[in-house]
């Protein structure tokens, strides 16, 4: 399930030609809770941090990470792909009760 969060996703080149190199930069926002705080009535609050993150383009993925608990609230991302072909670009963080962020670009190879 997507929730309702619009992650700022930037690529420094919309237009790239085949076998450039594009970065990209995103920053999402997203409520953390790290399981180590107890509610008033003493019962540990259960973790909620993402702990996957993927991006593909036109369908591929071109990187994936793994997050753990030192993760920040609201983590910022970037890293770089080669352009092969043009199509939408699809970022996808994944909290840890399943749930999803998912944001798009879309990058034109010519």
Request: glycine residues 6%; positive net charge; contains cysteine.
């Given at each position: 399930m997507a929730t309702a969060v619009k992650p700022?996703?930037?690529?420094?080149?919309?237009?790239?030609?085949?076998?450039?190199?594009?970065?990209?930069?995103?920053?999402?926002?997203?409520?953390?809770?790290?399981?180590?705080?107890?509610?008033?009535?003493?019962?540990?609050?259960?973790?909620?941090?993402?702990?996957?993150?993927?991006?593909?383009?036109?369908?591929?993925?071109?990187?994936?990470?793994?997050?753990?608990?030192?993760?920040?609230a609201n983590p910022y991302i970037q890293f770089k792909f080669r352009a092969t072909e043009s199509g939408p670009v699809v970022l996808t963080w994944t909290d840890d009760d399943g749930s999803t962020i998912v944001g798009e670009e879309t990058i034109t190879v010519v």
């Open positions: 700022r996703i930037k690529l420094d080149k919309k237009e790239a030609r085949k076998g450039d190199i594009v970065e990209v930069k995103a920053l999402v926002q997203h409520v953390m809770e790290t399981g180590q705080r107890k509610d008033a009535q003493g019962q540990t609050i259960p973790r909620k941090i993402l702990n996957k993150f993927s991006c593909t383009v036109a369908g591929k993925q071109v990187f994936a990470a793994d997050f753990e608990p030192a993760i920040s």
